[in-house]
C-alpha cells in the first residue's frame, strides 16, 4: 500500500507542475527579442565607443606631435634670445671701441696741427731770411699731405719736421680706417640685431599661437574623453541588462526542466504501476551509463553532449557519468569520437582553428577565462558550470567570449 501512495503521489505532484504555468513576467520568445534588441544597441554603442577612442587617440597623437614643435621652436627661441643678448654686447663693445677710436683720432689730428703750428713759424723765419720764392710755393700747397709729395718741397723741411709730420698723417689715416671699420661693424651688428629682433616677435608669435591650439586640443580631447565614458557606461549598462535576461531566462528554463522531470517521473511511476520506482535518478538529470556516440559531426558531438545534463560538476573529474570540471567535460565528450584534446582550459584555446563567433557552429568549443563549454547553435552552450548546478545549458554570451574553436569541420 505503501508503494501505492508513492507512486501515486509522485503522479500527482507531476501533473500538478504540467499544469501549474511558469511564474514568469515574459516568455523566452520575449526575452530573446529584447535580448536581440540588446544586443544590436550594445553593438551601436560599442561602434561608437570605438570611433571615440579613435578620435581621441587621433588627438591624442596630433597634439603630441604639437608639443614636440613647440618644445624645438622653445629651444629656437631660447637660443635666439642669446643671440640677441649676445648681439646686444658686441653692439656696446663695437660703440665703445668707436669711441676709443675717436679720441684715438682726435690726438692724432691735434698732434698734426700742433705740427703744423710749429712748421709755420719755421717757414715764416725761412721767409725773414729772404728765401721768398720758396715759402710762396710752400704756402700754395693744399694741405701739407700735398707738400709731402713734393719731393723737392720735402728735401727742404728738417730732417725732425718731415718724419714727424708723416708720422702724425699715417697716424691719423689709420684711425680714420679702424673708425670706419668699426662704423661699418656696428652697422652690420645693427641690422643682425634687429633681424633677431624680428625673428624673436615672429617665434613668440608662433609659440602663442600654438600654446592656443594646444588648449584647444585640450578642450576637445576632455570632451572625447567624456563621450568614451558615456559610453562605456552604456556598455557596462547594456552587459547588465543582458545578464539581467539571463538569468530571468535561466529561471525559466530551470522551471520547464523542473516539469519536465517531474513528469517523465511520473510517467515512469505509471509505468511501474505503483511499484515504488526511486524519482531520484530522473530527478537528478543527466545519464548514469555513457551510450555509444552516433554520427560524426559537430551537430552530433553536440547532441550527445546533451545527454549528460544534470550529471555532477567535480573539479578535476572526467567522467561524463560520475562528474568532470569544464575541460574535463569537453575533452571526455570530444573523446568518444576519437579525439584527444588537452586536459586543461587554457591549452583548449589553441585547438583546432579559430572561427569567429558569428560563424559559430554546434560541435565548436567556447572559450573563455578560466572556462570552456561546447556550443549548441542559436547563442546556446553546454558546459559544465559550477559545483552546484553541475552540468547544464546556458548562453553563449554569459560571459566575454576570448576565442571559438572548431575541431570537427
Excluded at 12 to 29: E, K, M, S, Y
Excluded at 50 to 74: F, I, N, P, R, Y
Excluded at 306 to 327: E, I, K, M, R
Aim: net charge negative.
Amino acid at each position: 500500500m505503501r508503494k501505492s501512495l508513492t507512486g501515486l503521489s509522485v503522479f500527482l505532484l507531476a501533473a500538478a507542475l504540467a499544469v501549474q504555468p511558469v511564474q514568469a513576467a515574459r516568455t523566452r520568445d520575449q526575452i530573446a527579442q529584447e535580448r536581440e534588441k540588446t544586443k544590436q544597441e550594445q553593438q551601436n554603442t560599442q561602434s561608437r565607443y570605438e570611433e571615440v577612442q579613435g578620435m581621441l587617440g587621433d588627438l591624442e597623437e596630433e597634439q603630441s606631435a604639437l608639443e614636440e614643435q613647440m618644445q624645438e621652436l622653445d629651444a629656437q627661441l631660447v637660443e635666439v634670445i642669446a643671440s640677441v643678448g649676445l648681439m646686444e654686447e658686441l653692439i656696446g663693445e663695437t660703440q665703445a671701441q668707436i669711441q676709443e677710436a675717436q679720441a684715438e683720432y682726435d690726438e692724432a689730428k691735434a698732434r698734426e696741427d700742433e705740427q703744423y703750428a710749429a712748421m709755420k713759424k719755421r717757414v715764416r723765419y725761412l721767409y725773414e731770411e729772404g728765401n721768398v720764392s720758396y715759402v710762396e710755393l710752400i704756402l700754395k700747397t693744399g694741405s701739407w699731405s700735398d707738400m709731402l709729395n713734393r719731393t723737392e718741397y720735402v728735401e727742404k723741411l728738417s730732417e725732425y719736421d718731415a718724419n714727424m709730420l708723416k708720422k702724425y698723417i699715417l697716424l691719423k689715416e689709420e684711425v680714420a680706417v679702424k673708425q670706419a671699420q668699426l662704423e661699418d661693424r656696428e652697422s652690420e651688428l645693427e641690422a643682425q640685431h634687429h633681424e633677431l629682433e624680428e625673428e624673436k616677435a615672429a617665434m613668440e608669435e608662433m609659440m602663442a599661437e600654438m600654446e592656443e591650439i594646444s588648449a584647444d586640443y585640450e578642450v576637445q580631447i576632455a570632451k572625447v574623453r567624456q563621450q568614451a565614458a558615456t559610453y562605456k557606461a552604456q556598455i557596462k549598462q547594456q552587459n547588465a541588462q543582458l545578464a539581467k535576461l539571463q538569468e530571468e531566462e535561466n529561471e525559466i528554463i530551470r522551471q520547464e526542466e523542473e516539469r519536465r522531470k517531474a513528469e517523465e517521473a511520473a510517467r515512469q511511476a505509471a509505468q511501474s504501476g505503483g511499484s515504488g520506482t526511486s524519482v531520484e535518478t530522473a530527478s537528478a538529470g543527466g545519464l548514469k551509463t555513457v551510450p555509444p556516440p552516433t554520427g560524426s559531426t559537430g551537430a552530433d558531438i553536440a547532441q550527445y553532449a546533451c545527454q549528460f545534463v544534470g550529471n555532477p560538476y567535480v573539479a578535476g573529474g572526467t567522467s561524463l557519468v560520475n562528474g568532470a570540471d569544464c575541460s574535463g567535460f569537453v575533452m571526455a565528450v570530444y573523446q568518444q569520437y576519437g579525439y584527444k584534446l588537452p586536459r586543461n582550459s587554457a591549452s583548449m584555446r589553441s585547438v583546432g582553428r579559430e572561427v569567429s563567433y558569428d560563424q559559430a557552429q554546434p560541435g565548436d568549443i567556447i572559450c573563455y577565462a578560466g572556462h570552456v563549454a561546447i556550443y549548441l547553435g542559436g547563442g546556446r552552450i553546454v558546459h559544465a558550470s559550477t559545483e552546484r548546478t553541475g552540468i547544464k545549458y546556458g548562453y553563449a554570451n554569459y560571459r566575454p567570449i576570448l576565442t571559438v574553436r572548431r575541431i570537427v569541420g
